[in-house]
């Protein structure tokens, strides 16, 4: 059983984390949406004033995997809750508790925080990671469609007259 350590990311780990994000939109087959560049991560990850973390696994002295997560607020609690941005762990490291520990480590952050929720998405089709958050008691959200404006459709309403 492999040694698995979770440490709080920092600015000088920005080709790591870029790396696995690229590793894991090539799983999620979205090479091509990958925008972001190591500096950018770099600017706006471990900028004084954001909201985002990161944390890095590693397996005895490999870097493995990787969370990005920020604090949202629940109106009807009254609370924050922390939203799992992306957690990935490279193929060669699956299944020796690398992804569930990410997970300890960051629902042990939200009830440090005293958040009233954990949450994150998953790809429809994504079976693998779909059972192993069953697994460990997470429940899918049957009620709500995410929906999204980015890019020019973003600009676009932004700029449109009411």
Not at 11 to 30: G, M, P, V
Request: net charge negative; glycine share 6%.
């Amino acid at each position: 059983m492999a040694n698995i350590i979770i440490k709080d990311a920092v600015a000088s780990d920005a080709e790591t984390i870029i790396h696995f994000i690229r590793e894991l939109a090539i799983y999620e087959k979205a090479e091509h949406e990958v925008a972001a560049t190591a500096d950018d991560i770099r600017a706006s990850l471990f900028d004084p004033h954001t909201t985002t973390q990161a944390v890095l696994c590693y397996a005895d002295d490999n870097v493995v995997g990787f969370a990005v997560f920020f604090l949202n607020y629940s109106t009807w609690l009254a609370k924050n809750g922390l939203y799992l941005e992306d957690l990935y762990v490279s193929p060669d490291f699956r299944g020796i508790g690398a992804g569930k520990a990410l997970l300890h480590h960051l629902a042990g952050l939200a009830v440090a925080k005293d958040c009233g929720r954990f949450e994150w998405s998953v790809l429809d089709w994504n079976t693998p990671a779909i059972e192993f958050y069953q697994s460990i008691g997470a429940k899918p959200l049957t009620e709500w469609v995410g929906y999204r404006l980015a890019g020019e459709a973003l600009i676009q309403f932004a700029k449109s007259p009411l």
